[in-house]
């Protein structure tokens, strides 16, 4: 699914936030990226999602060679890739309802499919009572599963998440976690950057520990690709 070959990535007039990385993310498979603030994980997931380009290197996706992608392709890739932020920049200017349907419509999606879709993903998430809810009046954990469910609406191949939460209290944060854990059962591949040790025991999933820019630890079984 996901292949890091010796890939660096350094900002302008910054130190490289990546530095010969090394992984394999098994398709289907659910893993954790752990690292102190700063060690590079938001800096990975934008690489996996084509928000920023490595500096060295080459990064896979299904086999596909993400270097290769043009600008103007870089949508077609995104259909099969699902990101959840810390922060859900949501648009509180349209009902939850919109807000997940996004994708769908950005997409070219039909009315009818459209409502299909958004009321199977807010009922996935168990707001499918808040769709018509601004998303304003919703607490921080209903925000969240509402960022969740734009994410999976589209039915993805691959979900990200950056630290999805770090703003919830420890019964969310557990109950968002358990939200991964059933899309991962139906065949997601799930890749989630936390700073949360404890749940991530919890969760007895494999790990990606990164320090400095590097991987200092790697939990994922050993994957020779076919």
Do not use: W
């Not at 807000?99 to 997409?107: C, E």
């Amino acid at each position: 699914m996901i292949h890091f070959d010796n890939v660096s990535k350094r900002y302008a007039g910054s130190h490289d936030a990546l530095k010969r990385i090394n992984l394999r993310l098994p398709k289907g498979q659910m893993a954790f990226l752990t690292g102190h603030s700063g060690a590079g994980k938001s800096t990975l997931l934008k690489l996996i999602a084509i928000i920023e380009r490595p500096t060295r290197g080459r990064i896979y996706l299904d086999g596909v060679n993400l270097n290769n992608i043009r600008n103007r392709h870089i949508p077609y890739i995104r259909r099969n890739i699902g990101i959840i932020f810390q922060n859900h920049h949501l648009l509180y200017d349209r009902p939850v309802f919109d807000n997940v349907a996004m994708p769908l419509v950005i997409q070219g999606y039909r009315h009818k499919e459209i409502q299909k879709r958004v009321r199977a993903a807010l009922n996935q998430v168990g707001l499918l009572h808040k769709e018509k809810a601004a998303p304003i009046t919703l607490s921080g954990g209903e925000q969240q599963r509402v960022g969740i469910a734009r994410a999976i609406v589209h039915k993805p191949a691959l979900l990200l998440a950056d630290e999805p939460t770090g703003n919830l209290d420890p019964d969310l944060s557990r109950d968002v976690m358990q939200l991964f854990a059933r899309f991962n059962q139906v065949g997601t591949s799930v890749l989630i950057a936390s700073h949360n040790l404890d749940l991530i025991r919890a969760m007895g999933t494999p790990v990606i520990s990164l320090q400095d820019g590097k991987v200092s630890n790697n939990t994922l079984p050993y994957y020779h690709p076919a």
